[in-house]
């Protein structure tokens, strides 16, 4: 089972029908999964600091996580 390699429990389960557009459509699902956190992280660099306070973030936490490419 080559899906479920990437160790996501809704791959494995997808890739187990025997179609071709299943399996794209569960990858090309869990590749956006894996873009979102840098989109989310970009969007709260640019607010401005009282903006990110009120919601209980620090630019510096952000800024490393962004540039380690992990969600918050």
Known sequence: ??????????????????GVVRRAAARMNHARERQMPRYVNGYQLSLDDASLATFGFDRETLE???????PI
């Open 1 to 18: 089972m080559m899906a479920a390699s990437y160790g996501e429990i809704g791959m494995a389960a997808a890739a187990r029908g025997h």
């Open 64 to 70: 490393r996580a962004f540039a380690a490419g992990s």
